[in-house]
């Protein structure tokens, strides 16, 4: 070496305090044997640079192979001062050629036996540098006893960039009074042996904790280098010592297995019935925040149910107690290694079997997880989940109340309810569900239901015609629907049955018939041992049926159930006491298609906890008082009140009739009344009336009983001495038939494939069907042909014996129309008011639609409303529009129709143009065909902030308030203006409009003329011809008022 290399190589910072420790210094011990499983070492991708071989150790001078295959050696001896100086090194070429190659290389000695050495990678693989000890000591060959060492794997969150990464570190302490050098190797453990090796690190001393885990922690990268860079992992390290860095190794002492990943306590579970059930998973390694989340994050796992079926018969796995609108659940970074439960229901279906289903859960983290990326697409072991419902439990169950009412339990115990009132006819004491019913005097002293109230968290539907006095009208409407629970779920079957479809599964269905009605109660499977009122305990114990309220003090069980005075639901003051509906009762359907893993980017969370099989023909009634979009907010009067729903506040109606009653039969009579009937002569009676194909097809299956029905048909004919409610037995009858005859229908292949079935205390599966040629369906009574036999013989009412019933649809003769033929075509539509009072305030809703309460009504294409506009003056004057219009009725129920109030778009009257009126309104009249009108009725549109209206009859009056002004009906305070106009008054706060300052002077007044008798000559006979005019038209509108009256209509006697 010259003496400037040598003096340049002075200059440098000193390498006895920067080198590299040379990598696998026990492999390059000369003698070193390789293993089978090791690869020969390789300087070649060496960095150049200052190495160190630790304290005794040099590089080689014996040309003995090492664990390479051509080794490098030194020749010459080392430096025996502190300067840097340069030293030959030779490649062993193998076959005798022991120095194939030689170049030079630097070395420092940097204090007794501990040399450095600038090293160069040689130009070929695998080709190495060998090593030697200088001093081998006795101990060398001893290995340490390190027995008393118990390594544990640690895991922590680092940040060396902008993303968190892991490290995981095996602690240990080491031996009191020892300075053994320690290698540490990582592994992937099954729990009881390794499957790989991950990462060897070379002997090093325990100078502390920090230093021995900065030099020896298994990293993200290191796993992922060998395809383990995702959780769900099983880690071990191992720990062996030696007395120095190429000494004579220890027994490995290794850690415990751990787990890094979430882990799942019960993998098999069942649920039964409507029990829930809770997974406990726990996530056992930290994850990194982001640094705005102070160190507390979620870490968030979805969880997938793939779908055996889309049937509505088949039960459903459901997620319970989540968080809205997602499957799945979340752990804390704060709550590492604490169990976090996932809970579980069944989503029942309909079938009638006891069935068992086999679900697999599917859990995954997020597919990105942008604050620490290891945890992103963490797919866990599948969870196997058996979902056993017995649907058996509900064959046959009904809760019914039929006029007048004769009752029926769920567990069916019959009995008699004459007493007036409200009462709880059935409430699931689990869920916020509830059926309330009201009696009223319908016979001298017999009692019959009149208004039902069906109640889900905080929706309310009520169907109520429990008024006093001849002016009792159907109110069917959403009272209060803030949960949307029941949106949806209000299905209008014909003009006088409805069905109600609870959460629970429970389906409740109201019957009308003429001012009364039937209430029938199916339950669902989540009623079982959870309900009480009059329908009973069910629980297939009848002896406990007719137990009383607990909390009261009547004898009377049927008394015992009236509805408390803050618990009545059809008094509107109770709504707010309504419990909301709490969200931990949410089901979540974590859906993926196809049985498979691929994800459904989609969850639906909703408050059914079981299915219901819907027909296609029901559709959904009244959404639009259920609209997502429309909150409560405070008019003036301070009352929170939701305008955009635009509905009626009350069914109270100012409309007094001028056309002579005509009669319109509630219900027909099906066989000939008798003057009296004891039992016999009403059995025969009742038999005769049941006479029907559907009847004859629904008592031949054994599975039902509809004794019920006929028994009923008798009592009431007895009482009566008539046979006016046959008819709503037989209704009830054909909806018990129907019902069960649907909810029993079998079940396909596809259907069936892998689930277990118990018919007669035996299993039947998807092998066992093969095996003893099983054929479906297993219940062989309720088939798909039975169900279309009793679909094409079962109309509404019996068609009211105006029509013949083909294929399920009533054929009406030509004077009835409907569909249940119960409207004669001949009478128009009988007027029975427009609700409110015929007031509509726009305080309180926008006044786009109005309903119109009415009998004889049809659900036809000409279903119209006819509207005659008007305008209201600040006199309190009424002038009418000539501006007619017609509007699409659209039948809400049998008795109220929503007339659109579209605003004309031709000329004005001069009153309108001028803007001088303060409130507008309608001359309200509906026909089923276009043609025939009801009687008119009023409705008046004001703002009450600046107008007060009031309605009587006919008669409308509307004045100012004091402090405002109005025009076209809006308010303006004092000093607002109104085109050049303003809002003044006196300190009466009586206001009035005044030209202000931009409005043009008034035109003077024209002169008198002077030849008075000449404008005289002319005007007379235009005079003259004028009148003679006028009483042409006079006579034209005498005729065509005549003739609308002839219709139906009549003209409204108002001021004109």
């Given at each position: 070496?010259?003496?400037?290399?040598?003096?340049?190589?002075?200059?440098?910072?000193?390498?006895?305090?920067?080198?590299?420790?040379?990598?696998?210094?026990?492999?390059?011990?000369?003698?070193?044997?390789?293993?089978?499983?090791?690869?020969?070492?390789?300087?070649?991708?060496?960095?150049?640079?200052?190495?160190?071989?630790?304290?005794?150790?040099?590089?080689?001078?014996?040309?003995?192979?090492?664990?390479?295959?051509?080794?490098?050696?030194?020749?010459?001896?080392?430096?025996?001062?502190?300067?840097?100086?340069?030293?030959?090194?030779?490649?062993?070429?193998?076959?005798?050629?022991?120095?194939?190659?030689?170049?030079?290389?630097?070395?420092?000695?940097?204090?007794?036996?501990?040399?450095?050495?600038?090293?160069?990678?040689?130009?070929?693989?695998?080709?190495?540098?060998?090593?030697?000890?200088?001093?081998?000591?006795?101990?060398?060959?001893?290995?340490?006893?390190?027995?008393?060492?118990?390594?544990?794997?640690?895991?922590?969150?680092?940040?060396?960039?902008?993303?968190?990464?892991?490290?995981?570190?095996?602690?240990?302490?080491?031996?009191?009074?020892?300075?053994?050098?320690?290698?540490?190797?990582?592994?992937?453990?099954?729990?009881?042996?390794?499957?790989?090796?991950?990462?060897?690190?070379?002997?090093?001393?325990?100078?502390?904790?920090?230093?021995?885990?900065?030099?020896?922690?298994?990293?993200?990268?290191?796993?992922?280098?060998?395809?383990?860079?995702?959780?769900?992992?099983?880690?071990?390290?191992?720990?062996?010592?030696?007395?120095?860095?190429?000494?004579?190794?220890?027994?490995?002492?290794?850690?415990?297995?751990?787990?890094?990943?979430?882990?799942?306590?019960?993998?098999?579970?069942?649920?039964?019935?409507?029990?829930?059930?809770?997974?406990?998973?726990?996530?056992?390694?930290?994850?990194?925040?982001?640094?705005?989340?102070?160190?507390?994050?979620?870490?968030?796992?979805?969880?997938?149910?793939?779908?055996?079926?889309?049937?509505?018969?088949?039960?459903?796995?459901?997620?319970?107690?989540?968080?809205?609108?997602?499957?799945?659940?979340?752990?804390?970074?704060?709550?590492?290694?604490?169990?976090?439960?996932?809970?579980?229901?069944?989503?029942?279906?309909?079938?009638?079997?006891?069935?068992?289903?086999?679900?697999?859960?599917?859990?995954?983290?997020?597919?990105?997880?942008?604050?620490?990326?290891?945890?992103?697409?963490?797919?866990?072991?599948?969870?196997?989940?058996?979902?056993?419902?017995?649907?058996?439990?509900?064959?046959?169950?009904?809760?019914?109340?039929?006029?007048?009412?004769?009752?029926?339990?769920?567990?069916?115990?019959?009995?008699?309810?004459?007493?007036?009132?409200?009462?709880?006819?059935?409430?699931?004491?689990?869920?916020?569900?509830?059926?309330?019913?009201?009696?009223?005097?319908?016979?001298?002293?017999?009692?019959?239901?009149?208004?039902?109230?069906?109640?889900?968290?905080?929706?309310?539907?009520?169907?109520?015609?429990?008024?006093?006095?001849?002016?009792?009208?159907?109110?069917?409407?959403?009272?209060?629907?803030?949960?949307?629970?029941?949106?949806?779920?209000?299905?209008?079957?014909?003009?006088?049955?409805?069905?109600?479809?609870?959460?629970?599964?429970?389906?409740?269905?109201?019957?009308?018939?003429?001012?009364?009605?039937?209430?029938?109660?199916?339950?669902?499977?989540?009623?079982?041992?959870?309900?009480?009122?009059?329908?009973?305990?069910?629980?297939?114990?009848?002896?406990?049926?007719?137990?009383?309220?607990?909390?009261?003090?009547?004898?009377?069980?049927?008394?015992?159930?009236?509805?408390?005075?803050?618990?009545?639901?059809?008094?509107?003051?109770?709504?707010?006491?309504?419990?909301?509906?709490?969200?931990?009762?949410?089901?979540?359907?974590?859906?993926?298609?196809?049985?498979?893993?691929?994800?459904?980017?989609?969850?639906?969370?909703?408050?059914?906890?079981?299915?219901?099989?819907?027909?296609?023909?029901?559709?959904?009634?009244?959404?639009?008082?259920?609209?997502?979009?429309?909150?409560?907010?405070?008019?003036?009067?301070?009352?929170?009140?939701?305008?955009?729903?635009?509905?009626?506040?009350?069914?109270?109606?100012?409309?007094?009739?001028?056309?002579?009653?005509?009669?319109?039969?509630?219900?027909?009579?099906?066989?000939?009344?008798?003057?009296?009937?004891?039992?016999?002569?009403?059995?025969?009676?009742?038999?005769?009336?049941?006479?029907?194909?559907?009847?004859?097809?629904?008592?031949?299956?054994?599975?039902?009983?509809?004794?019920?029905?006929?028994?009923?048909?008798?009592?009431?004919?007895?009482?009566?001495?008539?046979?006016?409610?046959?008819?709503?037995h037989l209704e009830a009858l054909k909806d018990k038939c129907m019902h069960e005859i649907k909810v029993n229908q079998p079940l396909s292949a596809d259907e069936l494939a892998e689930v277990d079935i118990i018919v007669n205390n035996t299993v039947i599966n998807t092998e066992t069907r093969l095996n003893d040629s099983l054929t479906l369906p297993l219940i062989p009574?309720?088939?798909?042909?039975?169900?279309?036999?009793?679909?094409?013989?079962?109309?509404?009412?019996?068609?009211?014996?105006?029509?013949?019933?083909?294929?399920?649809?009533?054929?009406?003769?030509?004077?009835?129309?409907?569909?249940?033929?119960?409207?004669?075509?001949?009478?128009?539509?009988?007027?029975?008011?427009?609700?409110?009072?015929?007031?509509?305030?726009?305080?309180?809703?926008?006044?786009?639609?109005?309903?119109?309460?009415?009998?004889?009504?049809?659900?036809?294409?000409?279903?119209?409303?006819?509207?005659?506009?008007?305008?209201?003056?600040?006199?309190?004057?009424?002038?009418?529009?000539?501006?007619?219009?017609?509007?699409?009725?659209?039948?809400?129920?049998?008795?109220?129709?929503?007339?659109?109030?579209?605003?004309?778009?031709?000329?004005?009257?001069?009153?309108?143009?001028?803007?001088?009126?303060?409130?507008?309104?309608?001359?309200?009249?509906?026909?089923?065909?276009?043609?025939?009108?009801?009687?008119?009725?009023?409705?008046?549109?004001?703002?009450?902030?600046?107008?007060?209206?009031?309605?009587?009859?006919?008669?409308?009056?509307?004045?100012?308030?004091?402090?405002?002004?109005?025009?076209?009906?809006?308010?303006?305070?004092?000093?607002?203006?109104?085109?050049?106009?303003?809002?003044?008054?006196?300190?009466?706060?009586?206001?009035?409009?005044?030209?202000?300052?931009?409005?043009?002077?008034?035109?003077?007044?024209?002169?008198?003329?002077?030849?008075?008798?000449?404008?005289?000559?002319?005007?007379?006979?235009?005079?003259?011809?004028?009148?003679?005019?006028?009483?042409?038209?006079?006579?034209?509108?005498?005729?065509?008022?005549?003739?609308?009256?002839?219709?139906?209509?009549?003209?409204?006697?108002?001021?004109?």
């Amino acid at each position: 070496m010259s003496a400037v290399d040598a003096d340049h190589r002075q200059t440098v910072d000193d390498p006895c305090d920067s080198t590299i420790v040379l990598d696998s210094l026990k492999q390059r011990v000369i003698g070193y044997t390789l293993s089978a499983d090791e690869t020969p070492l390789c300087d070649y991708y060496m960095t150049e640079g200052w190495y160190s071989m630790g304290t005794n150790n040099v590089i080689a001078k014996s040309e003995q192979l090492c664990g390479t295959v051509y080794n490098w050696y030194l020749q010459g001896d080392l430096p025996t001062d502190d300067q840097i100086t340069g030293i030959t090194v030779c490649r062993n070429g193998g076959k005798g050629n022991i120095c194939s190659e030689a170049r030079t290389i630097h070395v420092k000695r940097c204090e007794e036996n501990r040399y450095v050495f600038d090293l160069v990678a040689p130009d070929g693989c695998p080709e190495a540098y060998c090593i030697e000890s200088l001093q081998p000591s006795n101990e060398t060959d001893t290995p340490p006893d390190i027995s008393s060492v118990k390594p544990v794997i640690e895991a922590v969150v680092v940040k060396p960039g902008a993303t968190n990464m892991l490290n995981f570190f095996c602690d240990f302490t080491p031996p009191a009074g020892t300075n053994y050098f320690y290698a540490v190797e990582w592994g992937i453990s099954t729990g009881r042996s390794w499957t790989h090796t991950i990462k060897r690190f070379d002997p090093i001393q325990y100078v502390s904790q920090f230093d021995f885990r900065d030099k020896t922690a298994l990293t993200e990268g290191m796993l992922r280098d060998k395809n383990f860079g995702h959780l769900g992992i099983t880690i071990a390290c191992s720990v062996t010592a030696q007395h120095d860095e190429i000494g004579t190794s220890s027994l490995a002492r290794e850690s415990n297995p751990k787990f890094f990943g979430i882990e799942v306590l019960n993998k098999t579970i069942r649920v039964s019935n409507k029990e829930d059930t809770t997974i406990f998973l726990r996530i056992t390694v930290p994850f990194g925040c982001a640094d705005v989340e102070l160190g507390k994050c979620s870490m968030d796992v979805n969880v997938f149910i793939p779908r055996k079926s889309k049937s509505c018969k088949m039960p459903d796995l459901s997620q319970t107690k989540g968080v809205r609108n997602r499957c799945g659940l979340s752990f804390r970074s704060d709550r590492i290694n604490q169990w976090v439960p996932l809970h579980l229901t069944a989503f029942d279906g309909v079938t009638r079997l006891d069935i068992t289903t086999k679900f697999n859960l599917v859990l995954n983290t997020r597919a990105t997880v942008p604050t620490h990326p290891f945890f992103a697409n963490y797919f866990l072991d599948p969870i196997k989940v058996e979902v056993h419902t017995d649907m058996t439990l509900l064959k046959n169950k009904l809760c019914y109340s039929h006029n007048d009412p004769h009752m029926g339990s769920f567990d069916g115990i019959r009995y008699e309810n004459q007493n007036s009132g409200k009462f709880i006819l059935y409430r699931n004491t689990k869920y916020q569900t509830q059926v309330q019913m009201q009696t009223t005097e319908c016979y001298t002293n017999i009692w019959c239901n009149c208004g039902v109230v069906v109640n889900a968290g905080r929706d309310v539907f009520i169907v109520n015609n429990c008024g006093n006095g001849v002016k009792r009208k159907w109110n069917i409407r959403f009272r209060e629907c803030q949960d949307r629970i029941l949106r949806r779920k209000v299905f209008k079957v014909n003009n006088s049955k409805y069905e109600v479809i609870l959460p629970t599964g429970t389906k409740v269905t109201i019957k009308l018939y003429g001012h009364l009605l039937n209430v029938d109660i199916a339950p669902g499977l989540a009623d079982y041992l959870n309900t009480e009122g009059l329908c009973g305990k069910f629980d297939g114990d009848i002896s406990n049926d007719r137990a009383k309220r607990p909390d009261s003090k009547e004898t009377d069980p049927n008394k015992s159930w009236r509805v408390k005075a803050e618990e009545d639901l059809f008094d509107s003051r109770n709504d707010d006491n309504l419990e909301i509906w709490k969200e931990e009762r949410l089901l979540c359907s974590c859906n993926a298609d196809g049985g498979s893993v691929n994800i459904v980017d989609k969850v639906t969370c909703h408050p059914t906890v079981s299915k219901t099989c819907q027909d296609d023909r029901e559709e959904p009634i009244l959404e639009h008082q259920c609209s997502f979009s429309v909150r409560k907010r405070r008019n003036v009067h301070g009352m929170y009140v939701q305008k955009e729903l635009d509905l009626h506040r009350t069914v109270e109606t100012s409309f007094v009739s001028k056309r002579h009653s005509t009669h319109i039969p509630d219900f027909p009579l099906l066989v000939s009344k008798r003057m009296t009937y004891d039992y016999e002569s009403a059995k025969a009676d009742c038999q005769e009336a049941f006479n029907t194909d559907v009847f004859s097809t629904c008592s031949s299956i054994p599975d039902i009983n509809l004794d019920d029905f006929i028994e009923n048909c008798i009592l009431d004919a007895q009482i009566t001495n008539s046979m006016d409610w046959a008819l709503t037995h037989l209704e009830a009858l054909k909806d018990k038939c129907m019902h069960e005859i649907k909810v029993n229908q079998p079940l396909s292949a596809d259907e069936l494939a892998e689930v277990d079935i118990i018919v007669n205390n035996t299993v039947i599966n998807t092998e066992t069907r093969l095996n003893d040629s099983l054929t479906l369906p297993l219940i062989p009574t309720f088939s798909t042909e039975l169900l279309e036999t009793v679909e094409e013989v079962t109309c509404p009412n019996e068609c009211n014996g105006n029509g013949k019933c083909e294929k399920g649809i009533c054929v009406c003769s030509a004077k009835y129309i409907g569909e249940d033929c119960s409207v004669d075509r001949t009478v128009p539509p009988l007027m029975e008011g427009i609700p409110d009072r015929g007031e509509c305030d726009l305080q309180f809703r926008e006044c786009k639609r109005t309903s119109v309460f009415g009998s004889n009504l049809a659900e036809t294409v000409d279903l119209t409303c006819h509207l005659v506009p008007f305008v209201v003056s600040s006199k309190s004057e009424i002038v009418k529009s000539n501006n007619i219009t017609t509007t699409k009725g659209d039948l809400q129920t049998l008795v109220e129709v929503s007339c659109p109030l579209q605003q004309s778009r031709k000329k004005r009257s001069t009153l309108e143009q001028e803007g001088d009126y303060i409130a507008s309104g309608y001359a309200i009249s509906v026909s089923n065909d276009g043609v025939e009108y009801s009687e008119e009725d009023i409705l008046v549109v004001f703002d009450s902030e600046c107008v007060d209206c009031i309605k009587q009859d006919e008669n409308v009056t509307c004045k100012q308030k004091p402090g405002y002004c109005v025009k076209n009906g809006q308010c303006y305070r004092f000093g607002e203006t109104y085109g050049c106009n303003v809002c003044v008054g006196g300190t009466d706060n009586l206001l009035y409009w005044e030209p202000g300052r931009d409005c043009p002077l008034p035109a003077p007044p024209p002169s008198e003329p002077k030849n008075l008798w000449i404008i005289a000559a002319v005007v007379c006979p235009v005079v003259f011809i004028v009148v003679v005019i006028g009483g042409l038209l006079y006579y034209q509108s005498k005729r065509a008022m005549s003739k609308r009256k002839k219709s139906g209509m009549h003209s409204i006697d108002v001021p004109k």
